[in-house]
């Protein structure tokens, strides 16, 4: 199942802990701390990079529950289902 990709109609800014997400279409902000401005920008190889202490589940679980947040909002989309505009 491959990654889902950041949907066209957002919008991101650094912050200095981190950073926000914009979806102009539903006008849905998101904040992301210093660990989710980093999956955002890389989705997930980036964390095990930057801390190689970590254990892959607990980064994968991580991820995955951002995924899902960000999902819930509209602001990731599947590649393969394509996206919807509204």
Do not use: Q
């Amino acid at each position: 199942m491959p990654l889902p990709i950041p949907h066209p109609d957002v919008i991101a800014r650094a912050l200095p802990d981190g950073s926000v997400l914009f979806h102009s279409s539903t006008e849905v902000y998101f904040g992301l701390n210093e660990t989710g401005t980093l999956i955002w920008k890389a989705l997930t190889a980036a964390v095990l990079t930057r801390w190689p202490d970590a254990s892959a589940g607990d980064v994968s679980c991580h991820v995955r529950e951002l995924l899902a947040d960000l999902s819930a909002e509209g602001l990731v989309v599947d590649p393969e289902a394509g996206v919807l505009r509204r």
